[in-house]
Nanobody
Framework: QVQLVESGGGLVQPGGSLRLSCAAS????????MGWYRQAPGKQRELVAG?????SVQGRFTISRDSAKNTVYLQMNSLKLEDTAVYYC?????????WGQGTQVIVSS
């Protein structure tokens, strides 16, 4: 069993920054199997950052990992209105596929 807890979301102005955290507990075989997805209202969930980045966030978002803490971070800079979404942490390894509860990011002036 794996538990994922996201934090760090909030309201930010365009051009601002936020850092999301995802703390994992349970049977984590590889922290590199963790990544970030997002789902905007009325849209499908999409991969933001994992082994690769979505084109829309390339150069603005950075994923980092702390193996000692089983924690993955998403540093989001130069945020745009279209980055508004619920951001989810995901752990996918073999038959394991777990999601966090999500953290809301709202980019608004």
């Amino acid at each position: 069993q794996v538990q994922l807890v996201e934090s760090g979301g909030g309201l930010v102005q365009p051009g601002g920054s936020l850092r999301l955290s995802c703390a994992a507990s349970g049977s984590i075989f590889s922290i590199y199997a963790m990544g970030w997805y997002r789902q905007a209202p009325g849209k499908q969930r999409e991969l933001v950052a994992g082994i690769k980045y979505a084109d829309s966030v390339q150069g603005r978002f950075t994923i980092s990992r702390d193996s000692a803490k089983n924690t993955v971070y998403l540093q989001m800079n130069s945020l745009k209105l279209e980055d508004t979404a619920v951001y989810y942490c995901n752990y996918k390894y073999g038959t394991y596929d777990y999601w966090g509860q999500g953290t809301q990011v709202i980019v608004s002036s």
